[in-house]
T-cell receptor, first 116, second 112 residues
């Protein structure tokens, strides 16, 4: 149980375009979802926390207008990287908690974004 | 602000050795501590979760300990195998905030 999926697993886009990444909880209701970014050989850095039906809470230094997060249902959250630039190239990982899984987060497999 | 530090940053040992990975955190007000494994280009696999009231957890060849008062945790791997090669991440769950704070990880290489 407690499976989280992400789509796509990798994406390559041109500079200036927007990219949407989906995060889904497959077998539980995810009341809260988290988005992390991981640069090569570095650890995970939390970008934002989203609760279903509410606006996301962004960590300090994360541009909310650049990284749009939508958590419209209890099983789906999306991260849209707007006007992507090469420096946005990174590994993006989502995680989720729910009413039955409150003491930890379950992680998706990650999405590799490369901006040319 | 909670900070998590992992030592060493990288470790290379011959197959069969027992080894210890270290994790320290600055604020003892944690809900739990978790060890993850990450293979290159992949997501996270949860290995062990220790609640703040517990001292240790075991799973197969892995044993994790927690000393909350001193802000330390260790991950012990017995009889290491080449398949154990990966990055190991320690993370603490902050009470009330539902936030996981990660260490920088230890890149482990087990040589055949």
């Amino acid at each position: 149980g407690a499976v989280v999926s992400q789509h796509p697993s990798w994406v390559i886009c041109k500079s200036g375009t927007s990219v949407k990444i989906e995060c889904r909880s497959l077998d539980f209701q995810a009341t809260t979802m988290f988005w992390y970014r991981q640069f090569p050989k570095q650890s995970l850095m939390l970008m934002a926390t989203s609760n279903e039906g509410s606006k996301a809470t962004y960590e300090q230094g994360v541009e909310k207008d650049k990284f749009l997060i939508n958590h419209a249902s209890l099983t789906l959250s999306t991260l849209t990287v707007t006007s992507a630039h090469p420096e946005d190239s990174s590994f993006y990982i989502c995680s989720a908690t729910g009413t039955l899984v409150t003491d930890t987060q379950y992680f998706g497999p990650g999405t590799r974004l490369t901006v040319l | 602000k909670q900070e998590v530090t992992q030592i060493p940053a990288a470790l290379s040992v011959p197959e069969g050795e027992n080894l210890v990975l270290n994790c320290s955190f600055t604020d003892s007000a944690i809900y739990n501590l978790q060890w993850f494994r990450q293979d290159p280009g992949k997501g996270l696999t949860s290995l062990l979760l220790i609640q703040s009231s517990q001292r240790e957890q075991t799973s197969g060849r892995l044993n994790a300990s927690l000393d909350k008062s001193s802000g330390r945790s260790t991950l012990y791997i017995a009889a290491s195998q080449p398949g154990d090669s990966a990055t190991y991440l320690c993370a603490v769950y902050i009470q009330g905030a539902q936030k996981l704070v990660f260490g920088q990880g230890t890149r482990l290489t087990i040589n055949p």
